[in-house]
């Protein structure tokens, strides 16, 4: 669940210039830390979401996906952000979007299709991580299953996402075991 003690923190590019950090050893410290810059909002002039970009946010199919994005996800108003190919929807953020994070390779990890795109799916206990399957570069939507449903953000996030050419897809030999959130969320 997203934590309102996450708005008060600060982006690294609010603190001003610093030297690289090294590397992130553990994927869900890196996605908490994702979620707390996404989470914090600027001080001037309305609530804008500090959101990271990814590695890859210059690559010019993020562009293409981007400017196909919805101005309604899961029924949440999407917010300006302050990152290349970023997006947020709610207030406080309950689903945020970037593209460019590093393409998944093999995984066991859950991977299910929703409208032709293909995800692999990731609870980490806060929230859950969508990422883009089979698709250079690659899409990372974070969201609370509180407050937004994965069927809902996976359909209406499909046709933006289509925008970025499939090359590979998820492969099932046999049942999927872990199931992903279904809509408990607020429609409003």
Not at 27 to 39: E, H, I, Q, S
Not at 92 to 106: D, K, T, Y
């Amino acid at each position: 669940m997203f934590s309102p003690d996450l708005t008060a923190r600060t982006s690294p590019a609010a603190e001003g210039s610093r030297a690289p950090g090294p590397r992130r050893r553990v994927r869900a410290v890196g996605a908490v830390a994702l979620l707390g810059a996404a989470l914090a909002v600027s001080g001037c002039g309305g609530p804008v979401a500090d959101v990271e970009p990814a590695p890859e946010a210059t690559d010019p199919v993020c562009a293409e996906a981007m400017v196909a994005l919805p101005d309604v996800v899961a029924g949440l108003e999407r917010r300006e952000t302050d990152s290349q190919a970023t997006a947020a929807w709610g207030d406080p953020s309950a689903v945020i979007l970037r593209c460019g994070v590093p393409v998944p390779g093999p995984t066991t990890e859950h991977c299910v299709t929703a409208n032709g795109i293909d995800w692999v799916t990731r609870d980490d206990g806060e929230f859950w991580t969508l990422t883009t399957y089979g698709r250079s570069p690659a899409v990372e939507v974070l969201f609370d299953d509180t407050r937004a449903g994965s069927s809902s953000v996976m359909v209406d996030l499909a046709a933006a996402v289509g925008r970025i050419p499939a090359t590979g897809g998820c492969t099932t030999s046999a049942p999927t075991q872990a199931p992903i959130p279904q809509t408990d969320a607020p429609s409003s």
